[in-house]
């Protein structure tokens, strides 16, 4: 088994910058792309951003520019680093890893979420 461990997050005011963090634990092999989704109240579940292993990012539309993904193979730890945020970035945010291969199975994973909030 595996679980992903999430920190960072809080209360922020426009314009500030927050950085969340992301850790898989367990015995594992590989995990083939760590990133995050959001979902606000009211609203679905959607794509903040996502790092494939070796390279290769993913942004929603509406983050592009001011949040970067960054990921470590060795130690399967991902953050994202939020910067300029807007009132609308307030929303609980969940690590997501894709893939996780340990001794026995390949799956997806989920983080218990986060909650950024924007406001002045």
């Known amino acids: 088994q595996a679980q992903l461990v999430e920190s960072g997050g809080g209360l922020v005011q426009p314009g500030g910058s927050l950085t969340l963090s992301c850790a898989a634990r367990?015995?594992?092999?590989?995990?083939?792309?760590m990133g995050w989704y959001r979902q606000a109240p009211g609203k679905e579940r959607e794509l903040v951003a996502l790092?494939?292993?070796?390279?290769?990012?993913n942004y929603a539309e509406s983050v592009n520019g001011r949040f970067i993904i960054s990921r470590d193979d060795a130690r399967f730890t991902a953050h994202l680093q939020m910067n300029d945020l807007k009132p609308e970035d307030t929303a609980v945010y969940y690590c997501?890893?894709?893939?996780?291969?340990?001794?026995?199975?390949?799956?997806?994973?989920w983080g218990q979420g986060t909650q950024v909030t924007v406001s002045s």
């Open positions: 997501y890893a894709d893939k996780i291969r340990t001794s026995n199975h390949i799956r997806d994973y």
């Open positions: 367990g015995i594992i092999f590989s995990i083939r792309a």
């Open positions: 790092a494939a292993a070796g390279g290769g990012t």
